[in-house]
């Protein structure tokens, strides 16, 4: 589902157009990968695994699947493009996630 929004052109709805702020788009890509980044570590490092080994492959992967929606907007739409500062976008949100998230698993509170 996510691949789908990406690669469909969002230019064409009204409520898109009304959105006038700068570089707009490279904030939802920030934010779209920080989220993911952050609930991906959240859902998979529940059980019993190597966290740093888990870390690295959720920011990996998500890093690469970003690359990789973009050589498909490339690819396969007309209307969208590879886009570099998109790519710098979504690897910051992963790394903001990915900190978020260990700040968080360091700092908070402990159940009784």
């Known amino acids: 589902m996510i691949l789908f929004f990406c690669l469909i052109n969002l230019s064409d ?8 702020i700068p570089n707009v788009d490279k904030i ?8 993911s980044s952050y609930l991906w570590l959240l859902a998979v490092l529940k059980g019993k695994v190597s966290k740093k080994t888990t870390v690295t492959l959720v920011a ?4 690469l699947f970003g690359l990789t929606v973009e050589y ?13 500062l998109d790519v710098l976008s979504n690897t910051l949100g992963v790394l ?4 978020v998230y260990l700040l968080y698993e360091k700092w908070k509170p402990r159940s009784l």
């Open 13 to 20: 709805i009204n409520e898109v157009k009304r959105i006038n």
């Open 72 to 84: 498909l907007q490339d690819t396969f739409t007309v209307q969208r493009s590879f886009e570099w």
């Open 96 to 99: 903001f996630g990915t900190t």
């Open 60 to 63: 990996l992967g998500l890093i």
């Open 28 to 35: 939802v890509h920030f934010v779209f990968y920080t989220v």
